[in-house]
């Protein structure tokens, strides 16, 4: 997918005050310094599009960007970083959960993890919970420059092993790199697969020829 377009359309701390449901929207979701907002950056190709920051837990809104005016890329709130139990940690904004219930057009969600790490609980409770709600979400492994393809390797299958052990089944598992680019090509494909289909322009060919049917 070439990436024309990508705008800023809104950042909401409330689910109630959401704009109306309009394109296909797909979920980022991932403790605080994950990875998250240098992800978007590097999908849409541009450089200050979601905030990078390396404060933890400053994106407290819902944002929404939108991309080539075909689908809404949805940038929530990160979690992990407040002292406090593993269950509140999962419920960890109640506006974010209405929004992964409720909202009509969200397709799929992606949950992020570190590459470098071993599978964490917290990432974990995350994933059981997006499953609950019935949400679709893929796995996204960040920040594989920063280690080896042997650790990366080893951390995946640890994270399907663990994803088994707790009975859940992400769609798909990426890898990615914001500072390479790796995975990009992968993640963009996989959504345009899941969009609607562009409507076509009206003109040469585009009509069925029924002639051998006479
Ligand atoms: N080397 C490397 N650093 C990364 C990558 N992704 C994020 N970072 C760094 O990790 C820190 C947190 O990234 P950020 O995107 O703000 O995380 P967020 O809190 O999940 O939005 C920043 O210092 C980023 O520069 C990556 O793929 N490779
Ligand atoms: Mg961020």
Known sequence: MKID??????????YDGLPAASLPEFAFVGRSNVGKSSLINMLTGRKELAHTSRKPGKTRCINCFDINHRWHLVDLPGYGYAKVSKMKQIDFNRDVSTYLTERSTLEQGFLLADSQLEPLDQDLYFAQWLQECDLPYSLILTKTDRTTNATVYNHKVKFEAALAEWKLKPTEIFHCSAKSGKGRNEILQWIDGRLPRKSKKKG???????NWMK
Do not use: V
Request: glycine residues 12%; aromatic residues 12%; charged residues 20%.
């Open 5 to 14: 377009t990508a705008e800023f359309r809104f950042g909401c701390p409330h």
């Open 204 to 210: 040469k060919g585009s009509t069925i020829n029924l």
